[in-house]
């Protein structure tokens, strides 16, 4: 495991990695959308071939790029939109009503 990826195991937040790869960001982008973020770059990060064997400079230009792309799809878009979580795949972006809600809870007979 390279130095840079020992490193990125111990950041944690959105700010965390946004601050480490020093990609400019909105507080008010991030707060609403942080764990939509670190998904999609997790998600860039797996579709990228070769990301194990690059050398740390590599490595590092490489997760600046994907992280700001990740950021940027946010800026641009909205959770709804972009379906990063199962639960808006579910649902195609739309929200759930009180009456489906309770269609799925047990009668009270």
């Given at each position: 495991?390279?130095?840079?990826?020992?490193?990125?195991?111990?950041?944690?937040?959105?700010?965390?990695?946004?601050?480490?790869f020093q990609v400019e960001y909105e507080q008010a982008v991030v707060h609403v959308n942080r764990l939509h973020?670190?998904?999609?770059?997790?998600?860039y990060?797996?579709?990228t071939p070769g990301t194990a064997d690059m050398n740390d400079d590599t490595l590092r230009r490489t997760c600046r790029e994907?992280?700001?792309?990740?950021?940027g799809d946010f800026v641009r878009s909205t959770p709804a939109q972009e379906k990063v979580f199962k639960v808006f795949q579910?649902?195609?972006g739309q929200g759930v009503?009180?009456?489906?809600?309770?269609l799925t809870l047990p009668s009270r007979q």
């Open positions: 495991m390279s130095e840079l990826s020992k490193h990125m195991s111990t950041l944690s937040s959105a700010e965390e990695f946004l601050n480490f973020i670190l998904k999609r770059f997790n998600q990060m797996r579709t994907l992280l700001t792309r990740a950021y579910d649902q195609n009503s009180l009456d489906k809600l309770r």
